[in-house]
């Protein structure tokens, strides 16, 4: 078994499901760190330690408001310029750490197909009508493309 080092940039995001009535909301991570890999054949399992932030982002929606502003607004549809005067934004930056692992099985020298990956991540996040989102798990898998050498 074969071992290597290489540093990753990491952004992504998802959704918030299972919402209060009149509420959504999304979370997103942007993180860098390091990757620690194998190599057995075509087979490369791997550890990552990432470290950066993460905001989370809830809208609180006022249907009355929505209403009142749409009757007066009849009959033009509401853009988005008026989402402001009918939704209150809750926002949070904090920082961030993962740690997760995975493997990925290859295919070329530049593609991979990720089998399985499985990371957690705690972030400090500094209101707290939102820290409940502040520990978080991800599973994941798909295609991966790499580039520069190989």
Request: proline residues 5%; aromatic residues 12%.
């Amino acid at each position: 078994m074969t071992s290597g080092r290489s540093w990753l940039v990491d952004v992504g995001g998802c959704k918030i499901l299972n919402q209060k009535p009149n509420f959504s909301g999304d979370i997103m991570l942007y993180q860098a760190g390091m990757r620690l890999a194998g190599r057995a054949g075509r087979w490369q399992p791997f550890v990552q330690f990432l470290a950066g932030g993460k905001r989370v982002t809830l809208d609180e929606v006022f249907p009355e408001k929505r209403a009142a502003l749409e009757a007066q607004l009849s009959p033009r549809p509401l853009g988005y310029e008026f989402h402001s005067q009918w939704t209150r934004m809750h926002q949070a930056n904090g920082f961030t750490l993962t740690v997760g692992g995975g493997i990925d099985l290859a295919l070329t020298r530049a593609a991979t197909w990720r089998i399985a990956s499985m990371d957690l991540s705690h972030a400090w996040l500094p209101q707290p009508e939102i820290a409940s989102y502040s520990t978080s798990a991800r599973f994941s898998m798909g295609m991966n493309i790499r580039f520069g050498n190989w």
